[in-house]
């Protein structure tokens, strides 16, 4: 079964901490995305990539940067974690050629402390 | 990609069939429209995509009128298990440098 798989299913961190996101997928997808979901809020794209090494900032990059050194693997970093970073954080990955073939990980509830 | 309006929220008994209606009156000659499924604590996931006319699937039925400035989502005989948040998408399903914009969708509860 093809997946996206995120490293930390739960993760609390301390005000200030540099925290990294993990995220691989198994389908060769050309590219990626992190979301980030809170109540009535929605799904917010925080940043995305079409290529290796490639990035693009989204709605709401503050405070965010990312790293995508190989195909399968992009990484969500919280420079300097702050308390309104608390939220659910979505990766996805989708082939290029088609838009709406997202795949979703199954998200990492982040608690910043 | 074309803006969506759809209800915030809808409550339905098992049994039923449930149908969410999405508004996008800007729609685009090469846009599709897509809905997908977010169950609590999980990522969203697609169920079913429509040009025009009506579409079925194992999951659902998509009916889109001939203007295409809405669409409808059918849900046949839910049970608890479709409890979950719905998200209307419009937008060219080939253009592959377009990130989604999902908005706030619609939650589904449904009651036994």
Redesign the interface.
């Known amino acids: 079964d093809v997946k996206v798989t995120q490293s930390s299913r739960y993760l609390v961190k301390r005000t200030g901490e540099k925290v990294f996101l993990e995220c691989v997928q198994d389908m060769d997808h050309e590219n990626m995305f992190w979301y980030r979901q809170d109540p009535g809020l929605g799904l917010r794209l925080i940043y995305f990539s079409y290529d290796v090494k490639m990035k693009e900032k989204g709605d709401i990059p503050e405070g965010y940067s990312v790293s995508r050194e190989k195909k399968e693997r992009f990484s969500l970093i919280l420079e300097s974690a702050s308390t309104n970073q608390t939220s659910m954080y979505l990766c996805a990955s989708s082939p290029q050629s088609s838009n709406y073939g997202y795949t979703f990980g199954s998200g990492t509830r982040l608690t910043v402390v | 990609l074309a803006k969506t309006t759809q209800p915030i929220s809808m409550d339905s008994y098992e049994g039923q069939e449930v149908n969410i209606t999405c508004s996008h009156n800007n729609i685009a000659t090469n846009d ?1 429209i ?1 809905w ?1 499924q977010q169950f609590p ?6 169920i079913i ?1 429509g040009y025009k006319t009506k579409v079925t699937n194992e999951v659902a039925s998509l009916f889109i009128p001939a203007d295409r400035k809405s669409s409808t989502l059918s849900l046949p005989r839910v049970s608890l298990s479709d409890t979950a948040v719905y ?1 209307c ?1 419009v ?15 619609t939650r589904l509860s449904v009651i036994a």
């Open positions: 599709y897509t997908y604590s999980q990522g969203p996931r697609f995509q998200y998408l937008g060219d399903r080939n253009s592959g440098n377009t990130p989604l914009v999902f908005g706030k969708g």
